[in-house]
């Protein structure tokens, strides 16, 4: 397995994939602006150090400005200038992690009434933690993408979970979720939409934070299982279970539990023919929004199914960017932090003398029946290949590699082959629950 380099302390935006290397989460580059007073050769040597550090997805746009201004001026009333940028920049994120920490101490100190839950995967591993009650890793195979029906899968489960151990749902859901677009995409909305038209709670806000600056507990848990693997071969898929016991077995949360995911509902195919033709690129660059409201209203003719969705950029109600100053404008650096106010939208319009402030997802329900999501057909081929050869290779059955294919011989007999998920609910095979502790 290759070795990768970790810093505990600087790994906001930061997801670890499973061979070890650490990737970072959105899409947003800046392009190349300066305010050095050094010489030409200087100034073009910083630029194309600064292209290549900001070449990187998830880097933070506004910390890849400060950093290029930083790295190339010595000017101390520059410098000063850029950490007065810096200040106001740092009150921004840092505002946003606040209102993400009061939503989970409203669920700590008042769970009949709020569910806050964290999203975060890395390859065929999905985390999700119930802030005050748990935390439940959900493993699934190379026959399932990680993708957005996946995670759909993941949420609906995590729901249904609170559901056998409070009776309902509470009557307003936090789900916070990064920037990927298995989370960040219109499927995941339009699932929230439905869950509050079929009444199952009353209000669900679905948030991230600012790219760049993702990273919360929820990191913390795939850091240490990062470190537990780096070094050591994990051969079975039992093995794998024992790891994931052992590192989270011992978890201050109430409950840590392992859930494997063989098939999975293709929810995309279910959502999105009924999705409004023009909603989209509500999470990019510029359009970007941190947050959605999807809250019960009664049915009318404005909101048919009874769902009134609302977004916006910030949770905070001001914050600010940093952006190249105006002509006009006297700067020391060529930037400015502009003061953005942050408000519930899409803003109120009048329609035949009636106000609406909301809008909706979904145009229509959804009336196809939900099929599941096929297999990758390769997968179970390639691996019944695999095992062929090594029993071929391992005759001798008290040798490691025997060892391991009698666990993956195990494993085989347990696993699907096929695709159809109402046959696998039924006998209890789609998915497995192995509670570590409660």
Same mark, same amino acid.
């Given at each position: 397995?290759? !070795?990768?380099?970790?810093?505990? !302390?600087?790994? $906001? ?65 520059? +410098? &000063? ?15 946003? #992690?606040?209102?993400?920490?009061? +939503? ?49 899968? /993941? ?22 979720? $990064?920037?990927?677009? =298995? ?8 699932? /929230?939409?439905?869950?509050?038209? +079929? ?16 990273? =919360? ?9 990062? #470190? ?13 279970? #024992? ?16 859930? $494997? ?16 033709? #023009? ?15 999807? @809250? ?11 769902? %009134? ?8 109600? =001001? ?28 803003? &109120?319009? %009048? ?16 009336? &196809? ?27 001798? +059955? ?7 294919? !009698? ?27 192995? @509670?570590?502790?409660?």
């Amino acid at each position: 397995m290759e !070795d990768a380099n970790y810093d505990d !302390d600087n790994v $906001d935006g930061m997801s670890i994939t499973s061979d070890g290397d650490v990737e970072e989460e959105g899409e947003e580059n800046v392009s190349d602006n300066n305010a050095s007073d050094t010489g030409d050769e200087e100034e073009s040597d910083t630029a194309s150090d600064s292209e290549e550090y900001t070449a990187v997805t998830g880097k933070c746009s506004h910390c890849s400005i400060l950093s290029y201004l930083r790295s190339s001026t010595t000017n101390p009333a520059c +410098r &000063e200038e850029i950490s007065d940028l810096h200040v106001l920049h740092y009150s921004t994120f840092l505002g946003e #992690k606040e209102w993400c920490h009061y +939503r989970v101490w409203k669920a700590i100190t008042e769970p009949h009434n709020f569910m806050s839950i964290m999203i975060d995967g890395m390859e065929h591993l999905q985390g999700i933690i119930e802030h005050g009650q748990g935390f439940t890793m959900y493993r699934s195979f190379n026959n399932l993408p990680a993708n957005a029906n996946l995670n759909i899968h /993941c949420l609906l489960l995590q729901l249904e979970s609170r559901i056998k151990r409070f009776g309902k749902l509470p009557d307003c859901i936090f789900i916070q979720v $990064d920037g990927g677009s =298995e989370k960040a995409n219109k499927c995941v909305l339009a699932m /929230c939409e439905l869950l509050i038209h +079929r009444r199952m709670t009353k209000e669900i806000f679905l948030t991230r934070l600012p790219v760049g600056h993702t990273n =919360e507990d929820i990191d913390a848990k795939f850091g240490l299982l990062w #470190k537990r693997v780096r070094t050591e071969h994990v051969r079975t898929p039992q093995h794998y279970s #024992k790891i994931l016991k052992e590192i989270y077995g011992n978890s201050p949360q109430s409950w840590v539990s392992l859930q $494997d995911i063989y098939a999975v509902p293709d929810y995309q195919a279910f959502l999105e023919p009924c999705i409004h033709a #023009k909603f989209g690129n509500w999470w990019k660059e510029g359009n970007v929004q941190h947050c959605f409201r999807f @809250c019960h209203v009664p049915c009318s003719i404005d909101y048919p199914m009874g769902v %009134q969705t609302k977004f916006r950029a910030y949770w905070s109600d =001001e914050v600010y960017e940093i952006v190249k100053a105006a002509p006009t404008v006297k700067t020391q650096t060529g930037y400015v932090a502009n003061r953005v106010c942050s408000f519930w939208g899409p803003q &109120e319009v %009048q329609i035949d003398g009636r106000i609406v402030c909301g809008m909706n997802i979904l145009v229509e329900l959804p009336k &196809e029946p939900l099929y599941s999501e096929f297999f990758k057909e390769t997968f179970l081929t390639e691996l019944k290949h695999e095992m062929t050869n090594v029993n071929d290779k391992h005759p001798n +059955r008290g040798d490691v590699g025997a060892v391991c294919a !009698d666990y993956w011989n195990k494993f085989m007999d347990e696993y699907p082959q096929t695709h159809d998920v109402a046959r696998l609910t039924t006998s209890g095979v789609a998915s497995n629950s192995d @509670c570590i502790s409660r």
